[in-house]
């Protein structure tokens, strides 16, 4: 599946799409790009006059990359298609978020997400998920797990 296939396919639309675009897209891990706008809703008030990415934005951003972008292209690896398919919608849920952060990330600045799936079975999905900014520096780093069905 080509990335911007993919990224079609994501459930979430402007102002929390957290993804722009996917470099590596493989059965193992997966690895995108976000750059967090300057204007983005979220730095009106956190903080005043220093505006810093929530933490729970960074923890939805590698979730978007890391875990959902992942499980749409497992679930279509597993798919043997030999007519066009109806559009089926994703119903998703993250079941465990254990992220510990190690520095901010500021308005403007572009991220680079990297996901290792650990296991997917029975539609659950678990990864090991590292976030760096731009010089490469780690930002946050956690183990995020959740479960991807499609609606027949």
Do not use: W
Not at 32 to 41: N, R, V
Not at 116 to 142: A, D, Q, T
């Amino acid at each position: 599946m080509q990335a911007t296939e993919l990224i079609e396919k994501l459930p979430y639309s402007y102002p929390f799409l957290f993804v722009d675009d996917l470099e590596e897209i493989g059965e193992e891990g997966i690895t995108g790009h976000y750059t967090f706008p300057e204007s983005a809703f979220y730095y009106q008030g956190h903080f005043k006059n220093n505006p810093v990415t929530p933490g729970v934005i960074l923890a939805e951003c590698m979730a978007q990359i890391g875990v959902v972008c992942l499980g749409i292209n497992l679930l279509q690896k597993g798919k043997e298609v030999e007519e066009p398919e109806e559009e089926k919608e994703l119903q998703i849920a993250m079941s465990n978020v254990d992220v510990d952060f190690f520095l901010p990330v500021f308005p403007g600045e572009r991220v680079t997400v990297t996901s290792k799936k650990e296991y997917f079975r029975f539609n659950k999905l678990k990864c090991n998920v590292k976030m760096r900014n731009e010089e490469g520096k780690l930002v946050c780093k956690g183990e995020i797990s959740g479960m991807i069905v499609e609606d027949e």
